[in-house]
C-alpha cells in the first residue's frame, strides 16, 4: 500500500465521530489505515481527523503557526476509563534526526522537517499533558508495515 494514498474517508459508525462525518479527509494510506481502525474497533468511543488545533512556535521562521494533529480519540478500557489520546500518523524516518555529513538541499529540507515536527510535537504534548491526555507518535513500525 503507498504511503502517499489521499482521499475521502466514508464513517461507517457517524456516532463515534466528532465534527463532520461527510468530510473526513485522510493524506495518507497510513492515515486511513488508522481511521479504519478508529472506526471499527469497539472500544474506541469518540475518533476526529484534523479536528483540533494546537498553537506552537515554528523553530525555523520564528513565527507562531496552527497545528493540526491527525486525530483526537477517547478510548474505554476494560474498567471503563475514557482515556484521551492525540495521535499523530508519521514515517520513522521523519521522528529522527537526519544524519548525513554533507549539507545538501535534501539534507536541510530533512533537518528543517524534522526540527518543525520536534517543535509541534512539544507544544502537543504540554497541551496534551495540561488537559490531563496523552499524545503519540504513530510510525509504520506502530502499524505493523
Not at 22 to 38: C, F, G, P
Not at 44 to 55: D, K, N, Q, R, T
Not at 83 to 111: D, G, H, N, S
Request: glycine letters at 4%; proline letters at 5%; hydrophobic letters at 35%.
Amino acid at each position: 500500500m503507498a504511503h502517499y494514498k489521499q482521499g475521502r474517508y466514508k464513517v461507517k459508525n457517524r456516532q463515534k465521530y466528532a465534527g463532520d462525518p461527510d468530510n473526513v479527509i485522510y493524506r495518507s494510506s497510513w492515515e486511513l489505515l488508522v481511521l479504519k481502525w478508529l472506526d471499527d474497533h469497539p472500544d474506541i468511543v469518540y475518533f476526529a481527523s484534523e479536528e483540533l488545533v494546537i498553537p506552537y512556535l515554528n523553530p525555523v521562521d520564528g513565527r507562531v503557526h496552527r497545528y493540526f494533529p491527525d486525530f483526537i480519540i477517547k478510548v474505554r478500557d476494560k474498567n471503563n476509563k475514557i482515556t484521551t489520546y492525540v495521535l499523530e500518523v508519521k514515517p520513522e524516518v521523519q521522528t529522527r534526526m537526519p544524519t548525513q555529513r554533507k549539507k545538501t538541499q535534501k539534507f536541510i529540507k530533512e533537518a528543517m522537517t524534522y526540527a518543525v515536527n520536534q517543535a509541534k510535537w512539544k507544544y502537543a504534548n504540554e497541551y496534551c499533558i495540561d488537559k490531563g491526555w496523552k499524545f503519540k507518535v504513530i510510525t509504520e513500525k506502530d502499524l505493523g508495515i
